[in-house]
């Protein structure tokens, strides 16, 4: 719509003479009489139209700047939170550099270690093997003489060749005391050795205990000290065990006792059946283990009392080599001042175990 038009296109007559310049009588000519006015109402209203577009953008503006204002503050935080975040990082990467570090030097080291460790052992293995061969040659070759001199001993002391002066009987039964001793240790090394090379041959017979156990008894009693010596044995159990073997436990078990064992002490065997083994205890009242030392003393050549007593420190570790050979558990029970007991299963005979079912 041209300037100085109505809304129905038609002039404004009024606007035009309020001007000084009467009606427009050109209906073709639209350009107004006074251009001055019109540039100047035309500069007024562009500079409207600006201040209007202005204040708007002005307004849009600070409402963005509003707006934000929360945004800046939130990315300032996450800036600050992610400079700390990666400081922290930072941090622990160091950390974790160092530790790993530390952690390949300790492998190293324990690799060192571990080869050393493997170096060691070889020497000790190889050690032990050499202690083992020296300890079966020597025993072996001790034997045989050994076995001459004790069985001329005995012969001597059986009077078959006639009687002996007394005053000389009790020298020869001293002679034969320790040359029993000494035979008892030499078949300790024999057996040891035997057991490292793996070479224990075992010929498994049902065995009358009530029968052996006195023998046993009567093998190691020692004539310098009066012991009381009570047997427990339920008549007719048998054990299924080797006869030599079941002989070296309860040798070893009783020559423990004794030892240990002060004059006038009591030393009590006793066995009964439990579920398909043989339960025995050989109980002693004698001077007792301190109990730092009770699982120790099963190791080889371990001694409690550092060799006072004698011996070679191997009876209770052969003893318990044999019983776990033949299927069974051998441990301890003592009390300083009160005596030791120590217990033993062995597998129970199958005709023990029949007469069980039967009875049942």
Not at 89 to 117: C, F, H, P, Y
Not at 210 to 216: K, R
Not at 243 to 254: C, G, Q, R, V
Request: hydrophobic share 35%.
């Amino acid at each position: 719509m041209a300037i100085g038009e109505n809304a129905g296109g038609v002039s404004s007559g009024r606007s035009a003479e309020g001007a000084g310049h009467g009606p427009m009588n050109s209906p073709g000519n639209t350009w107004p009489r006074n251009p001055i006015a019109f540039m100047s109402r035309f500069k007024s209203l562009s500079r409207f139209r600006q201040n209007l577009t202005y204040k708007f953008i002005g307004g849009l503006s600070r409402a963005f700047n509003q707006m934000t204002l929360p945004l800046k503050q939130s990315r300032s935080d996450l800036e600050r939170k992610l400079e700390e975040r990666t400081h922290q990082l930072e941090g622990n990467i160091i950390e974790l550099n160092q530790a790993r570090t530390s952690t390949l030097k300790m492998v190293d080291e324990l690799q060192d270690a571990k080869r050393e460790l493997e170096i060691v052992n070889r020497e000790l293995k190889e050690m032990d093997e050499t202690k083992m061969k020296f300890i079966g040659i020597a025993s072996h070759e001790l034997k045989t003489p050994l076995t001459a001199i004790k069985a001329n001993i005995d012969f001597i002391l059986s009077e078959k060749e006639g009687r002996i002066p007394e005053n000389l009987k009790s020298h020869l039964l001293t002679i034969q005391r320790n040359t029993n001793r000494i035979q008892m240790r030499m078949d300790q090394m024999l057996d040891l050795s035997r057991m490292k090379s793996d070479r224990l041959l075992f010929n498994r017979e049902p065995i009358l205990l009530s029968e052996v156990i006195g023998g046993y008894i009567s093998e190691v009693t020692p004539v310098e000290k009066h012991l009381s010596i009570q047997v427990d044995i339920p008549q007719g159990l048998l054990i299924y065990a080797d006869k030599n073997a079941l002989h070296d436990i309860i040798i070893n078990l009783l020559s423990n006792a004794f030892k240990f064992t002060a004059d006038g002490g009591q030393v009590s065997i006793l066995a009964c059946p439990k579920d398909q083994s043989v339960l025995l205890e050989i109980k002693d009242t004698g001077m007792g283990i301190p109990e730092d030392k009770l699982q120790m003393i099963f190791d080889e050549f371990y001694q409690v009392e550092g060799g006072k007593h004698g011996g070679t420190g191997l009876g209770l570790a052969i003893a318990k080599r044999l019983v776990e050979e033949h299927g069974g558990n051998i441990w301890v029970e003592s009390q300083l001042g009160k005596g030791s007991t120590f217990y033993f299963t062995l597998p129970l005979s199958p005709e023990n175990q029949d007469e069980k079912l039967n009875r049942s």
